[in-house]
């Protein structure tokens, strides 16, 4: 990622004022529901947002230099940002949006696959999801976090087949119960 100071279109010294200015002007132009979903405007509204948190957080270039081979440059550092994007639109239940810009990060860590749990339970994709969780913790297994969301997907699954084998197919409640559940995790976890 560049410099988020330039990525905002901002200098270094400005004021909040401007900083938040300069984001809605952005915000505005590139807000994927401005944009019907356009792929490049989803991308780049990540990359808006993450910078923005940067700035207002005050760790925007915190012992990093924003020449040839700095942190921004780096792929972690974009993968960082997405992830960021990718957790705003999560906590804001817009699951599409973060599958979308999931499908843009080529290194598939644990953490990846967690997200794409999340993501994918929330719209639904159940099995998706659940083989992501699974993924997420045979590639780091002592992570809680990725525990958790595994053993919720396999016990909605349980308790749904349950209900359903006990009352017949009553719809979507187990998709309803499993996404509840996965907002309620990721809330803990966020805050």
């Known amino acids: 990622m560049k410099d988020p100071y330039k990525v905002l279109g901002v200098s270094r010294d400005a004021s909040d004022e401007e900083i938040s200015r300069a984001y809605r002007k952005l915000a505005k132009k590139y807000h994927p529901d401005l944009n019907n979903g356009d792929e490049y405007s989803t991308k780049k509204m990540g990359e808006i947002n993450a ?4 700035v207002k957080n005050g760790t925007a270039g915190s012992s990093y230099g924003y020449g ?3 942190y921004y440059g780096s792929s972690s550092s974009s993968e960082f940002n997405n992830f960021s994007a990718v957790k705003q639109y999560i906590a804001m239940g817009r699951y599409a949006e973060a599958i979308n810009i999931l499908s843009g990060v080529s290194n598939r860590s644990a953490e990846w696959y967690y997200y ?7 719209i639904g994709n159940r099995i998706t999801a659940l083989g992501h969780a699974q993924k997420a913790v045979e590639m780091d297994p002592y992570n809680q976090e990725y525990q958790r969301i595994l053993n919720t997907l396999q016990g909605g699954g349980r308790s749904y087949q349950q209900q359903r084998s006990t009352f017949g197919d009553i719809g979507n409640i187990g ?3 499993v996404r509840f559940a996965l907002l309620n995790l990721f809330c803990l976890w966020c805050c």
């Open 51 to 54: 910078a923005y948190d940067e």
């Open 68 to 70: 040839g081979s700095s």
């Open 116 to 122: 794409s749990a999340i993501a994918h339970a929330g």
């Open 175 to 177: 998709t309803y119960c």
